[in-house]
């Protein structure tokens, strides 16, 4: 998939692509690229602009807050090769990648974080689950026999009368991996599933779930999502 250089400079700014390269200048929060971008269309520039316009944008840029220097930007730019590393992989497990201005994008998550909404979001399967109605699944880390039974019987009722399962992603481990299979399992049974062929595991999703905004929308009726957390 290609991506142009609004959506190259957002995902440079805003998103993790390994754990050791951001040790020092972490990504921009979703309030904070709120920021940049405003300043950056008010002086008529975009964020692709970041990209060859660098010196001359960030010598008239001032962060009214002290939190996006200058340093922290270029630094954040440089990422270039980490990027096409990460998209690689991603397309080849089936990962999707839209941004604020995307179709796509969940309405509801515009109309409650407003500025702090995450300028990129992360998924797996169809995109147009984000924008249907949906009921949510939160429950504890440490999950019985019978709470996942429970929950499975509930998210099949509300698949059956046309909702989208959207489940917290407690990502502490065994149990959320085993609730996520066991949903999947028992949301999409009778019906045509077949997951992508060079899909994540189980450890693969999670580990992607601890470090960006994250759907899960594979193939039916059901989406799990995780908010971005530090690598």
Not at 12 to 34: A, D, M, R, T
Not at 58 to 74: C, F, H, N, Q
Not at 118 to 142: E, M
């Amino acid at each position: 998939m290609q991506y142009d250089e609004i959506m190259q400079a957002t995902m440079l700014l805003c998103c993790h692509f390994n754990k050791n390269e951001v040790k020092n200048f972490k990504p921009l929060s979703g309030l904070e690229y709120s920021r940049l971008a405003q300043w950056l269309y008010q002086n008529k520039w975009s964020p692709a602009d970041l990209l060859s316009q660098t010196d001359e944008i960030l010598t008239e840029w001032d962060d009214p807050k002290g939190k996006i220097t200058a340093e922290r930007i270029k630094q954040l730019l440089g990422r270039g090769v980490s990027m096409s590393f990460a998209l690689e992989k991603w397309t080849k497990q089936g990962i999707w990648v839209i941004s604020r201005v995307s179709e796509f994008y969940p309405k509801a998550i515009k109309k409650h974080l407003g500025e702090q909404r995450p300028p990129i979001l992360f998924g797996l399967g169809n995109q147009q689950l984000l924008n249907q109605a949906g009921l949510g699944f939160v429950g504890s880390r440490s999950i019985s026999e019978n709470d996942e039974v429970f929950a499975a019987d509930k998210a099949k009722q509300a698949v059956e009368e046309g909702y989208t399962i959207i489940s917290g992603a407690s990502v502490t481990g065994r149990y959320f991996c085993s609730a996520l299979r066991t949903l999947q399992i028992i949301v999409h049974r009778g019906a045509d599933h077949a997951e992508h062929p060079n899909g994540p595991d189980r450890k693969s999703h999670c580990d992607f779930y601890k470090r960006q905004d994250f759907f899960n929308c594979n193939n039916g009726r059901i989406c799990h999502f995780a908010r971005n957390r530090k690598p």
